[in-house]
């Protein structure tokens, strides 16, 4: 069975260039444009690897971090954290929540840090 990323990120492109990458590389990809319903999804999709966008409206990717983190059954899953934003605009990210890759990034990028978070597909 392949392992699974969950791609959290609300922009349609990137979400999609995202996916299209992670499942020629054959990992079962799905992809949510919010943190709420990432969250609320987690149980039913059970992801190995979460891609998450750092800068999305209503709940940003620190704040469902924090959430992610709190919660025993997900404090370990590995993240992947993407943004746009500048060092200076940067957030305090934790090394412990997982990976940082700026965008725009390459598919060189995104499938070196899944392969060494989780491993191949």
């Known amino acids: 069975m392949s392992k699974r990323v969950l791609v959290v990120d609300d922009h349609p492109l990137l979400r999609d260039v995202q996916v299209l990458l992670l499942r020629e590389a054959g990992y079962a990809a799905t992809a949510l444009s919010g943190a709420r319903e990432a969250l609320a999804r987690l149980p039913e999709l059970r992801p190995d690897l979460i891609v998450l966008d750092l800068s999305m409206p209503d709940m940003n990717g ?5 959430r992610l983190r709190g919660d025993e059954v997900w404090s370990r899953l590995p993240v992947i954290v993407a943004t746009g934003l500048t060092a200076e605009e940067m957030p305090p990210i934790d090394e412990r929540d997982g990976d940082l890759l700026m965008k725009p990034f390459t598919d060189v990028a995104l499938l070196s840090s899944v392969r060494r978070l989780i491993g191949d597909a």
């Not at 620190?62 to 924090?66: E, I, S, T």
Request: net charge positive; proline share 0%; charged share 20%.
């Open 62 to 66: 620190q704040q469902f971090l924090r």
